[in-house]
């Protein structure tokens, strides 16, 4: 596909760590990760132009090749910081939820709070993976991480929720967490077809009863 992006998910923190290493800079490495992810995210990576980049990033042509190397790279970088921004994030709510099931429930709700949003914008791993699809082998590997680092986050969840009895324990937590990922993304690709929220809503129980 031209113009692809050639990458691994790396560590968003080990490339601004990487950048300020180097010469005092003008501008905030972790503000540009985050303008340029909310960026990618909201309009993907060929909906992105350069000078959208630009534009969000609030740098110069000069200051962003020399920084991030280009439009792919910059991407790259984008993409990890959100997954690991995510996985984070999911973390936390498993702490704080009121049991694991509650917090595979939330996930699941989740998916339907997000698209009665005004701007939805979805899950930005589904998002790439519908753009990308398996055209690309390294957009493919990358999908292929991202997907192992929210599964792992869920799969402590049904490791917890088994282990208080809360779910079967027919099938092994790994096999559940890939069950439950592949659950949310239908549901994100349904709500972006329009289905009913009562339809989705209904979908979520048949899951919450195959798994209890």
């Given at each position: 596909?031209?113009?692809?992006?050639?990458?691994?998910?790396?560590?968003?923190?080990?490339?601004?760590?990487?950048?300020?290493?180097?010469?005092?800079?003008?501008?905030?490495?972790?503000?540009?990760?985050?303008?340029?992810?909310?960026?990618?995210?909201?309009?993907?990576?060929?909906?992105?132009?350069?000078?959208?980049?630009?534009?969000?990033?609030?740098?110069?042509?000069?200051?962003?090749?020399?920084?991030?190397?280009?439009?792919?790279?910059?991407?790259?970088?984008?993409?990890?910081?959100?997954?690991?921004?995510?996985?984070?994030?999911?973390?936390?709510?498993?702490?704080?939820?009121?049991?694991?099931?509650?917090?595979?429930?939330?996930?699941?709700?989740?998916?339907?709070?997000?698209?009665?949003?005004?701007?939805?914008?979805?899950?930005?791993?589904?998002?790439?993976?519908?753009?990308?699809?398996?055209?690309?082998?390294?957009?493919?590997?990358?999908?292929?991480?991202?997907?192992?680092?929210?599964?792992?986050?869920?799969?402590?969840a049904f490791q917890q929720a088994q282990a208080a009895g809360e779910v079967s324990d027919a099938?092994?937590?790994?096999?559940?967490?890939?069950?439950?990922?592949c659950v949310m993304s239908g549901l994100r690709t349904q709500t972006k077809a329009g289905m009913?929220?009562?339809?989705?809503?209904?979908?979520?129980?048949?899951?919450?009863?195959?798994?209890?």
């Open positions: 596909m031209a113009n692809s992006p050639s990458f691994e998910l790396r560590s968003a923190q080990s490339i601004i760590r990487r950048m300020n290493r180097g010469r005092p800079r003008t501008f905030d490495p972790d503000l540009v990760l985050e303008n340029a992810m909310q960026l990618f995210w909201s309009k993907g990576y060929e909906g992105t132009s350069l000078q959208d980049l630009l534009e969000a990033t609030r740098l110069s042509k000069s200051s962003l090749y020399e920084s991030f190397g280009n439009k792919q790279s910059l991407f790259e970088a984008a993409f990890s910081r959100y997954v690991e921004s995510r996985a984070t994030h999911l973390l936390e709510r498993l702490e704080l939820a009121a049991s694991p099931l509650a917090f595979i429930r939330e996930c699941l709700l989740a998916v339907l709070d997000d698209a009665e949003r005004a701007t939805p914008r979805g899950c930005m791993l589904v998002n790439v993976a519908n753009e990308f699809s398996t055209r690309d082998p390294a957009v493919q590997r990358l999908i292929t991480l991202a997907t192992r680092r929210f599964c792992g986050v869920f799969e402590q099938q092994p937590p790994a096999v559940c967490a890939r069950y439950l990922h009913e929220q009562q339809e989705l809503r209904t979908v979520i129980e048949l899951f919450m009863a195959s798994v209890s």
